[in-house]
């Protein structure tokens, strides 16, 4: 689609590298330093469109990016997908944000709107038959979240304290800057040489 920034790519950050069926760069507009997007070739709405083969590329590319990130950034990483609530690109892309998070938040536990799944088929699953759908991942811990659930509030406020970002007006105000965005690349030459 010529109207999408990710399928154009025009005045994006380079890649840091491609498989197949996926690009990886830098965010433009990170939450924090070092978060890095997993954008699909293919122009999909969300992951819970993609076939089996990229959903395995896309596991081992955020396992190589969490790997990354440990070492360049010196913290752990969790993984966020919008699957279509709350996107700016409506096109499938994963967040890795570097963030100091130790676990799945507690306020995701007990929930009707939250579930444990295993992997991407039971996200495809749920997006077939009920469209909207967040997903979180962190240290193989993976929640699907309803599109509209009220526990995205927890997490905004979550988010907020481990990014220093916040949400002024209904937008992210962000501390993060271009140099920012062009250290990532650095970081990644360095680590992939």
Not at 32 to 61: F, M, N, W
Not at 95 to 114: E, F, K, M, W, Y
Not at 149 to 175: H, Y
């Amino acid at each position: 689609m010529i109207d999408c920034v990710f399928c154009s790519r025009e005045d994006q950050p380079g890649s840091l590298f491609e498989t197949e069926s996926l690009y990886v760069r830098p965010d433009k507009y990170p939450m924090v330093r070092g978060q890095i997007l997993v954008i699909s070739k293919e122009h999909l709405r969300c992951y819970g469109e993609a076939p089996d083969e990229a959903l395995t590329e896309l596991d081992a590319c955020a396992e190589t990016l969490r790997r990354f990130l440990r070492d360049a950034y010196h913290t752990e990483a969790s993984t966020w997908e919008n699957g279509v609530s709350g996107q700016t690109v409506y096109h499938a892309h994963l967040h890795l944000l570097p963030a100091p998070i130790t676990s799945i938040p507690a306020v995701l536990d007990g929930r009707d709107d939250v579930c444990v799944v295993d992997g991407w088929g039971e996200v495809r699953t749920h997006f077939e038959l009920h469209g909207h759908y967040r997903y979180m991942e962190f240290d193989g811990d993976r929640r699907l979240i309803a599109g509209h659930s009220p526990v995205l509030w927890e997490i905004q406020r979550l988010l907020e304290v481990w990014t220093g970002a916040r949400v002024v007006d209904g937008d992210w105000v962000k501390k993060t800057t271009p140099e920012d965005v062009a250290e990532v690349g650095r970081r990644w030459e360095i680590w992939a040489g």
